[in-house]
Nanobody
Framework: QVQLVESGGGLVQAGGSLRLSCAVS????????MGWFRQAPGKEREFVAA????????YYADSVKGRFTISRDNAKNMVYLQMNSLKPEDTADYYC?????????????????WGKGTLVTVSS
């Protein structure tokens, strides 16, 4: 069983930065593709970013490309999402996810594991 715990959310002004962290339990962390998703009030959960098991490949939603950076540290079982130039429309609950397939992660269908989320609020 894999458990994911997010941290780092909070309130920030537009134009500011936050770094989200996701701590992952389990000895086979390197086998999982990792991703970040978000869900704003009244909206469906959407893909934000993903990284392959090795960390060699990263993927981003067009809405965050150039502003957000996903990374992972396989030695520490950690995944990060550095968010810069934040906008009010980035306000959402942010969820960390793990799946054995990067394809499944990108399709956002039947993902294996989810964290409980951390709230990011960007004020204008």
């Amino acid at each position: 069983q894999v458990q994911l715990v997010e941290s780092g959310g909070g309130l920030v002004q537009a134009g500011g930065s936050l770094r989200l962290s996701c701590a992952v339990s389990g000895r086979t962390f390197y086998k999982y593709a990792m991703g970040w998703f978000r869900q704003a009030p009244g909206k469906e959960r959407e893909f934000v970013a993903a990284v392959s098991g090795s960390g060699g490949n990263t993927y981003y939603a067009d809405s965050v490309k150039g502003r957000f950076t996903i990374s992972r540290d396989n030695a520490k079982n950690m995944v990060y999402l550095q968010m810069n130039s934040l906008k009010p429309e980035d306000t959402a609950d942010y969820y960390c996810a793990a799946d054995s397939s990067i394809g499944t992660m990108l399709r956002n269908v039947d993902i294996d594991y989810w964290g409980k989320g951390t709230l990011v609020t960007v004020s204008s």
